[in-house]
């Protein structure tokens, strides 16, 4: 009986382990391949450091988008990374990702709007100082912060250092990202804006 019921067991860690969902390195902090530098005009270049992503700072939006973004989910995923800022005062890690199709993207925004405002652009036409996954938090330069945003097809979440900063319903509300520099940056990109930023470990995960 004792060994039925292991072999029981057994079998469904089996079951578990071939339905667990891989998660999908986009950046490992050995190269760039997989991502393209845009320049819309001022924008800073985009550099390997170390094992980091670095964003050098510009007059706009500056940063790179992931290539193979066809070939991830659109929904049911996670993205987690870390970032720093190391110059400037606004946002340091801006994550454009999608949001249902390749076609409809927002952005979370992290320390933008003097340095501190924390949200996702743009709900129903309003970005994330305007609208309610707006909040303000302090962030220090040169301080590493793990970053984890979460897309379902009812609500879209995000963490700060563990501490959540979003949680918001978008069943009946309109997607899209702020109009303007970064629509240049779809559909899954990471940016800054007037700041120079070091970015590492990113990696996406689906969601059973």
Known sequence: MKKSILAILFSIGCLLAVDAPKSVVLFDGKSLDNWQMVDIGGSGEVLLEGDAMLIKMGDSVSGAIYKKAAELPVTNYEI???????????FFCGLTFPVGDLKTSATFVVGGWGGSVTGI???????????????????????WYKIRLRVTPKNLSAWVSEKQVVDCDIEGKKISVRPGPIESFLPLSLTTFGTEAEIKNVVLTPLK
């Open 121 to 143: 652009s743009s709900i129903d036409g309003m970005d994330a100082s305007e609208n309610s996954t707006g909040s303000y938090q302090r962030y220090e330069d040169d301080k």
């Open 80 to 90: 987690t990374l870390e970032a720093r800022r190391t110059q400037g005062v606004d």
